[in-house]
């Protein structure tokens, strides 16, 4: 069973368009994070979520919006996708104030053309 | 400006041999680091960790030393393996803030030649 599923896996698609990426944990954690991996490799933290509240925001563009429904997911939508959004997306989640790390998805592979 | 370095993007290493990758830190105020192991098309998986209280801490073949008064540690793997080969990301994080998410360093890419 995985414990941090990401949808999809890859997606590739035309500058302007609008995507989501979806994430779901069967880990029972109550946090849960959204990182971008860019060409120069850097993780950095975008949005992070505890029992479906904002918690961390960094200075992400207006376009990027995180919905948390419930505790187990946390899905990004972009709207009027560029090109420099083309990275890798992580999904992540963890027990805040349990200091054991947080277990990542496999990524997500934007490409925008 | 990078709050975690890790200055070598590359490592090659004799299997069997010890491979020790190396994390600098900037911000004093971390008390916690992470190393995490990733191979490609996956996400991180956790590694090892210590917290500012120790010097070392050490799981099986993976040890973690922290120098606190260089921000510096390093993570020794011994013996290496061929299924070692991944790349290493450091993180910190201030665990005592609370929230404070985990800040990564670049990775550092290992070989591992058999």
């Known amino acids: 069973d995985t414990a941090v599923s990401q949808t999809p896996k890859y997606l590739v698609t035309q500058m302007g368009n609008d995507k989501s990426i979806k994430c779901e944990q069967n880990?029972?954690?109550?946090?849960m994070y959204w990182y971008k991996q860019d060409s120069k490799k850097f993780l950095k933290i975008m949005f992070s979520?505890?029992?479906?509240?904002?918690?961390i925001n960094e200075t992400v563009p207006n376009r990027f919006s995180p919905k948390s429904p419930d505790k187990a997911h946390l899905n990004l939508h972009i709207n009027s996708l560029e090109l420099g959004d083309s990275a890798v997306y992580f999904c992540?989640?963890?027990?805040?104030?349990?200091?054991?790390?947080?277990?990542f998805g496999s990524g997500t592979r934007l490409t925008v053309v | 400006d990078q709050q975690v370095k890790q200055n070598s993007p590359s490592l090659s290493v004799q299997e069997g041999r010890i491979s020790i990758l190396n994390c600098d830190y900037t911000?004093?105020?971390?008390?916690?680091f992470l190393w995490y192991k990733k191979y490609p098309a996956e996400g991180p998986t956790f590694l090892i960790s210590?917290?500012?209280?120790?010097d070392k801490n050490e799981d099986g073949r993976f040890t973690v030393f922290l120098n606190k008064s260089a921000k510096h540690l390093s993570l020794h793997i011994v013996p290496s393996q061929p299924g070692d080969s991944a790349v290493y990301f450091c993180?910190?994080?201030?665990?005592?803030?609370?929230?404070?998410?985990?800040?990564f360093g670049k990775g550092t890419r290992l070989s591992v030649i058999a």
């Open positions: 911000n004093s105020m971390f008390d916690y």
């Open positions: 880990l029972g954690h109550d946090t």
């Open positions: 979520y505890n029992n479906k509240e904002l918690i």
């Open positions: 993180a910190a994080r201030i665990y005592s803030a609370g929230n404070t998410p985990l800040v």
């Open positions: 210590i917290s500012s209280i120790k």
């Open positions: 992540a989640s963890s027990q805040l104030h349990v200091n054991y790390g947080y277990t």
